[in-house]
């Protein structure tokens, strides 16, 4: 069974930072591209960063869309089959809850409960 579990959000202040973790079960991890996703208030859950699985030769490679580029940084430790999302700088807008997931051609497993982040002053 797939499991997706989701930590580390919390109440920050704009400028602050958070440490997001994902523990994921060995069927979606291994092998698999995964990555953040994030639901806003009113809004539809968008994808934030995503990570390759890293192969011989060639390391994990990240994407992220450009609203958080340069502030957030998606990184995978395959030992513990664990995601990760630094989160920098956070703004207002970076608010929602967040999930983790497959990301490109790994097909999405059933949703975790998702970690909220509230950015406020």
């Known amino acids: 069974q797939v499991q997706l579990v989701e930590s580390g959000g919390g109440l920050v202040q704009p400028g602050g930072s958070l440490r997001l973790s994902c523990a994921a079960s060995?069927?979606?991890?291994?092998?698999?591209?995964m990555g953040w996703y994030r639901q806003a208030p009113g809004k539809e859950r968008e994808v934030v960063a995503t990570?390759?699985?890293?192969?011989?030769?060639?390391?994990?490679?990240?994407n992220y869309i450009p609203s958080v580029r340069g502030r957030f940084f998606i990184s995978r430790d395959n030992a513990k089959k664990t995601v990760y999302l630094q989160m920098n700088n956070l703004k207002l807008e970076d608010t929602g809850v967040y999930y983790c997931n497959g990301a490109g051609r790994t097909p999405l497993a059933a949703w975790g409960q998702g970690t909220q982040v509230t950015v406020s002053s």
């Open positions: 060995e069927t979606i991890y291994s092998g698999n591209d």
């Open positions: 990570i390759s699985y890293e192969t011989i030769g060639v390391g994990p490679i990240a």
